[in-house]
């Protein structure tokens, strides 16, 4: 089989499935039914009072309330004073929304962080100091344990790290050599008695207005009553049209996952018969008489240094992770529990018991999850062997 038509093949099954996907996609009919950023429906519920900008219109969403999506299907929030955040949960009955920083810098947030001109509030908070101190100023504070480290890749460093600190601690005893960024900074709590607080546990924030607590505990969606003016009202959810949601994610994935898998095996023969013939081609060109064939069997991992150098954290009470991340830890299995030491990759924010990770990146430079390459696999530890072979 000629190279060309092997390549044809391909494109031509990669254009069917994808056609075959674009045909089941729920559509909505009504462009204010509730919603989501992601096609499989991974992500918080949006409805009134958020609205999808550039997807709705503006009566679907109430102001300041405009949500958006990012090119992973996770839902973004702009805040007028403190930029964007990612919505990891929206509670319509308690009127308050979970806040992540999606590039995992909380720091570069808390330094000025403020809900000035928005339409939110902080539903319970506490007030911290942030400073700034290299690793042997803060291990040298007699109270460092009581200091929280704000991690961020490209900010913070082995070195030099981020501490947010009660105010009162920070004025009975000053860290030596360590420089103030901002005296008070007020973070929005999930929990009101939280006595220990993490980056990794979030924030909350919750609305007054618009009340639509009525309307959810009627089970009906909240609104404006009239195309003109702000007045609020409950209606009866509408009724669907054609299949339900729930059916039509049902037949793709009873029918596109075998697709898929398929796929998958069609492509992988029709490359493997291509790596056969361009072997064959490339041998009988090069080696007319002799074959030596080298395959290297290697085993590529980091350093310890570059191991080291990803944030480690203590996992707090909520035991509440940003997405993709869930309770378990994808190596060994076990679910995480509070005050265990997590480490995780920055390029990709995946979250692993710190000894299993450490373990997992010795011998292997990609993620256990997504497969994808850490920056600090530009200087592994390898090894390899070579097996050669030769015939007459």
């Known amino acids: 089989m000629e190279i060309r038509e092997l390549k ?12 075959f996907l674009n045909f089941f996609q729920a559509s909505s009919v009504d462009v204010c039914n509730p919603t989501s950023c992601s096609e499989m429906g991974m992500g918080p519920e949006i409805r009134f009072p958020f609205r999808l900008k550039d997807r709705q219109s503006d009566r679907c969403g109430y102001p300041g309330f405009d949500l958006s999506c990012n090119e992973r299907g996770q839902t973004i929030i702009t805040l007028p004073s403190s930029g964007d955040f990612l919505v990891t949960d929206i ?4 009127q308050s929304i979970i806040l992540y920083d999606p590039d995992f810098c909380l720091v570069k947030r808390l330094i000025d962080f403020n809900l000035t001109n928005s339409s939110f509030r902080a539903a319970h908070q506490r007030n911290y100091t942030i400073v700034r101190c290299t690793s042997d100023d803060w291990l040298s504070y007699p109270n460092y344990q009581m200091a929280i480290p704000l991690y961020c890749r490209g900010v913070t460093s082995r070195n030099q790290a981020f501490l947010a600190m009660p105010p009162s601690m920070y004025e009975q005893q000053k860290p030596i050599g360590c420089k103030l960024i901002n005296p008070r900074v007020s973070v929005p709590l999930q929990l009101e008695d939280s ?11 919750a609305w007054s207005e618009p009340a639509c607590r009525i309307c959810e505990n009627q089970g009906k969606l909240c609104g404006f009553k009239s195309d003109t003016g702000s007045d609020i009202a409950c209606s009866n959810p509408p009724p669907s049209k054609g299949l339900p949601r729930g059916a039509k994610y049902g037949i793709i994935i009873g029918v596109g996952v075998p697709g898929l898998v398929c796929l998958i095996g069609i492509i992988s023969f029709a490359f493997g018969k291509l790596k056969v013939y361009t072997l064959r081609r490339d041998l009988n060109s090069s080696l007319p008489t002799t ?5 290297a069997i290697a085993t590529t991992g980091l350093n310890r240094a570059t191991i080291d150098s990803y944030p480690k954290m203590v996992l707090g009470e909520s035991q509440r992770l940003p997405n993709p991340n869930n309770g378990t830890c994808p190596i060994c299995l076990s679910d995480y529990v509070p005050k265990e030491t997590l480490r995780t990759i920055p390029e990709c924010n995946h979250y692993f018991h710190a000894e299993c990770i450490d373990e997992w990146l010795k011998l292997n430079a990609t993620c256990p999850l997504c497969r994808n390459t850490p920056d600090g696999s530009l200087h592994p530890c390898s090894s390899s062997t070579s097996l050669v072979s030769s015939s007459p």
């Open 291 to 295: 074959i030596n064939l080298q395959s």
């Open 8 to 19: 044809l093949m391909i494109n031509i099954i990669i254009i069917i499935f994808f056609f």
């Open 195 to 205: 006595q220990f607080w993490s980056p990794m546990d979030g924030l909350e924030l």
């Open 91 to 94: 509670d319509y009955f308690s």
